[in-house]
């Protein structure tokens, strides 16, 4: 398991309340979902009786504490696990772990692009691995290298490019597969402040590009501004174990540019997760 945190519920502001019962199935459905791990001999409790949905083409962000368990409950619904307790649903059918690999796209923070590798090859590795011959693959990437802001680089190496760069053909790989959900760890963490708010605004565009295709989107993030910007609804997770905090739905107007940051109704909704998450290790209460 990755990083630790208690659990959450999906059932409005109100982390005691039921989940609300959607008029058809959401795309993901997760209830009562518990998850622990073994460290020195000891079991580590990560995430305590989580509820969340998200529905077909919603973005969804959860926010958290280090240790509450955020990457861990993607890991959760990406396959790489089973959860201790609980159910993770899928169009509205129970799953189990094998069942879940490869029913959505998951990207990690890290670019993991192959050093030997170009731009273009790395692009088109995860349709490679899925069964695409390799001249489709690469042609179905080459295809998207100027929406995706990378054209005349297809025969870069990831050492010549820059991290917003590598970042895009990342996402890149990850938009080939057409998952109906994209699980997106942290993938703006790592880079530097001006970097992130322009890979912001490009991955809004994207995804407003994709029309009535636009994937759902479940995104870990540690910056609460990111996750107002971008998302639909943002879950708040408690410190470890994680458990749901406040489920903020958004309610800005899209499209959203980075001026929206300054909109009273954003700062209302930054404001309302900041008090959620309580004060800020090692803060003065």
Known sequence: MTEGGPARRDAGCDPAAPAATPTTAPLLDIRHLSASYREGGRTLPV???????????????????????????????????????????????????????GRA????????????????????????AGGTARRAAR??????FSEFGLAGFEGAYPGQLSGGMRQRVAFLRTALLRRPLLLLDEPFGALDALTRAAM?????????AEGDRRPAVLLVTHDVEEA???????????????????????????????????????VRHKGALLAALGPLPGSRS
């Not at 042609?139 to 998207?144: K, M, N, Q």
């Not at 912001?200 to 407003?208: A, M, S, Y």
């Not at 410190?239 to 300054?262: C, D, K, W």
């Open 200 to 208: 912001q605004e490009w991955l809004l565009d994207r995804l407003d």
């Open 228 to 266: 107002v910007l971008l998302a639909d609804r943002v879950v708040a997770l408690t410190p470890a174990p994680g458990r749901v905090a406040r489920v903020e739905p958004i309610a800005l107007p899209r499209p959203r540019r980075r001026e929206t940051v300054t909109d009273p109704a954003f």
């Open 47 to 101: 995430l305590d009786d989580v509820a969340l949905t998200v529905g077909g083409g919603e973005f969804v962000a959860l926010i958290g504490p280090s240790g509450s368990g955020k990457s861990t409950l993607l890991d959760l619904v990406a396959g790489l696990a089973d959860p201790d307790r609980g159910e993770i649903r899928f169009g509205g059918g129970p799953t189990t772990a094998p069942g879940r690999l």
């Open 139 to 144: 042609a179905a990437a080459r295809a998207r």
């Open 105 to 128: 796209a998951y990207m990690r923070q890290r670019d993991l692009l192959l050093p030997w590798r170009t731009a273009l090859d790395n692009a088109a590795v995860g349709l490679e």
